[in-house]
C-alpha cells in the first residue's frame, strides 16, 4: 500500500471521529441525523471499514424481482449455496461467502455496518422473514482469498425494507453484478439504484439472464444501450445467458459474451482489438457459441485498480459539493445563522430590560453611607460622635411620635422602594409577555414550539405568585449596605488622598461639636437643631446630602470648602451616582434570573450555544480534514 493511500485512510478515520463529534454539538441545530444520509453511509459502510492494508473485493449478485439473482449466485460459488424459488421475491436477507480465515483476519461487522450477522446453516434462511437487517455468511474453500460474493434481496420489491438492504449492500460493494431481463432492464426502481452506482464509479458486471437464444439476440443489445444510457453505468464485462431452468437448476448455466451485441457503442482505443468497448471499456474477443466461466472472469479482476476505484468513488460522492459533506456544513452554517437571529430577537437580557427602574430613596443611600463611615472612625473621634449621635437619637424620639400620632404613622423610603420596585417588576412581566406572544405570532419556525410551550406551560399567575414570594423575602437593606460598603471601600482604594482629606474634616468637627451643641441649645434650636449638627459633623454624610439635593456646597457655607474640598466632592458624587445606578442594575438583573430560571429555563443559553457551532474547533477539523482528503483525490 502507497504512503498516500494509507495518509487517506488516516484522514477518513480522522474524518469520521470529527463528524460523530459534529453531530453531536449539532443537535441543538435540529438538523436530520446524519445516519440515512448517502454520503454519511457510504464514509461508515463503505470507506471506513475497508480502508485496509489488505485489500479485498466484496461482489454482490444485484437485480429485480424473480430474475434469477440467486441462481447467478450459485454459478459463482460452485455449488447450490441459495436457495431459489419460481415465485417473487425469494431472498429476503443477504447471504455471503468468505474465503477460507477472512473472518479471522477481518472484522465482518465492520464491513457490513448495520446487519446482524448470523451463520449460514441452512440454504433457505434467507427466505424467511425477519424484522431486523441479517446477513448470513459461511466459509467457502472455493472463494478466492481475497473475495466476498453476495446474494442480495430485491432491489424494486414491494417489500420496502429490501431496499434497505440492496442499498447497504450497493455501499459496501466494490462490484456489482447486475442482473438484468428483458422486463427488468428499464425499470425505474432498478435505474434509480444503479444510477447511484454509478454516482459512485462501482465496477459493474452485467448479465441479461433469461434470454431466448436466438430470437432475442437482436433485442438485448437495444436492451444494454438503454440501460448504460439512462443510468451512466459503463459495464466492466457483458454476459448473455439463456433462458434454460434445468440448467439453471442443476448449476450448469452457460454464459456467453458477444463483443458484436453493442452496436452502436464507439469502438474500444485499445488498438489491434476485435472487441468493441462497452462505455471505452474492452471486453474479451469471444463469441456467444462459447460459453465462459462467470467466476473465472471475477476471479481475474484487478483487485487493487477496483478496490482504489471503488473507494476513490465513494469518497467523492462523501466530498461532493451539492450533496456531500461541504453540503452538511453549509447546511450547519445556515441554521446557526438562523438562530443567531432567533437568539438576538428572544434574548433574555432585552426581554427583561426595563429602562425605568426605579432608584433607591437617597436618604436610604445616605443613612448606610454614615453608618459605613461611622465604621471608620477610630479613637477620641469615634467616642465624641458616638456620644452626641446617641443623645440626638435619644432626643429625637418624642418628636418623632408626636409627628406620628398628628400626621400618622409614614411609610419608611425603604418600604416606599419595595413597593415602586414590585410595580416595576409586575410592568416588566407584561411587557415580557406580549413581545412572547408577538413572537410567537411571526411564525419563526424555530422560535414558535418553544413559545408555544413558555406560553401553554406555567401561568402567569403561578410565575408573579412565585416573583412575589421571593421579593418580599428579599432583604433590600442588607443588599444596599452591602453594596454601599463595596463602593466605598473602592473609594478609599482608588482616592486615598480624598479620603484622607474627608477624615481630617471629620476630626474638625469632633472637636468642636461639643461647643456647637451647646450653641444650639442656648440659641433655642434644641433637639431640631442637634439633628441638624449630626449632618453636618459628618462630611461623607455632608457631601452626600448636598449632592442629593444638586448642589455641592458644604452646610458650614462655600467658604468652608477649598479647592481641594471641592475636588473631593466631585469625586463622592462621582461614587454617589455609580453606586444608584450600581443597585439598580443589580435589582434588574435579579428580575432577569428570576425569568431566566422559572419562565425561559434554558432556551437563551441553548439558541446562543447553537450559534457558536460552526465556530467550534471540530467543525473546523472537519474542514481542514476535508480539504486534506480533496488535495488527495
Known sequence: MSSTYAACAEHVRRLHSAIRQLEAQSRLLQLPLLAGREWFELL??????????????????????????????????????????????????????????????????????????????????????????????????ATPSNLLILDTPDIDGDVRVNWERADNIRRCADVLVAVLTQQKYNDAAVKQFFRKAAEEDKAVLIIFNQVLIPDDESFWPIWLRTFCQETGVQPEFVYVAPADRRAAEENRLPFYVDNQASGGWQPSEAGGSSGVGLGGMTSSARQTTEPCSLKDDISALHFREIKLRTLRGSLQSVLNPESGLPAYLAEIERRSAEFQSASQLLSAHQLSESKDWPLMPNSVVVQEVRLWWQQQREGWTKK???????????????????????????????????????????????????????????????????????????????????????????????????????????????????????????????????????CLFVTGFGPAGHAVHQVAASTALQFAVDIAGGTVSAVAGESAISGAAATSAGVFEARFRRLHARFAAKRASWLARMLKEHLFGDLPDELQAATLVPQSETFQTVRETMGLLESSL
Open 44 to 141: 461508515e459502510r463503505k470507506l471506513l471499514p475497508q480502508m485496509t492494508d489488505d485489500a479485498f473485493l466484496v461482489v454482490a449478485v444485484v437485480g429485480g424481482t424473480n430474475i434469477g439473482k440467486s441462481v447467478i449466485f450459485n454459478h459463482l460459488a460452485g455449488c447450490r449455496a441459495s436457495a431459489t424459488s419460481p415465485f417473487a421475491s425469494g431472498t429476503k436477507h443477504p447471504v455471503c461467502l468468505v474465503p477460507p480465515d477472512f473472518a479471522a483476519r477481518h472484522d465482518l461487522k465492520s464491513v457490513f455496518r448495520g446487519f446482524e450477522l448470523h451463520e449460514w446453516s441452512q440454504a433457505d434462511a434467507a427466505l424467511e422473514d425477519h424484522a431486523e437487517h441479517r446477513l448470513f455468511w459461511r466459509t467457502s474453500d
Open 384 to 518: 465624641v460622635h458616638d456620644f452626641y449621635n446617641a443623645i440626638g437619637s435619644g432626643m429625637l424620639k418624642p418628636f418623632s411620635m408626636l409627628r406620628n400620632r398628628l400626621q400618622g404613622k409614614r411609610t419608611l423610603p425603604l418600604e416606599q422602594y419595595r413597593q415602586r420596585e414590585w410595580q416595576t417588576v409586575l410592568d416588566t412581566v407584561e411587557s415580557v409577555y406580549e413581545r412572547l406572544r408577538w413572537f410567537a405570532e411571526l411564525g419563526n419556525p424555530l422560535l414558535q414550539p418553544r413559545l408555544e410551550k413558555l406560553l401553554g406551560g406555567k401561568s402567569r399567575v403561578e410565575l408573579l405568585e412565585l416573583l412575589k414570594t421571593r421579593h418580599d423575602l428579599t432583604d433590600l437593606e442588607h443588599e444596599i449596605r452591602d453594596l454601599v460598603g463595596l463602593e466605598m471601600d473602592g473609594f478609599r482604594k482608588d482616592s486615598p488622598q480624598t479620603f484622607q482629606f474627608m477624615k481630617w474634616i471629620d476630626h474638625g468637627a469632633a472637636a468642636v461639636r461639643p461647643v456647637t451643641s451647646v
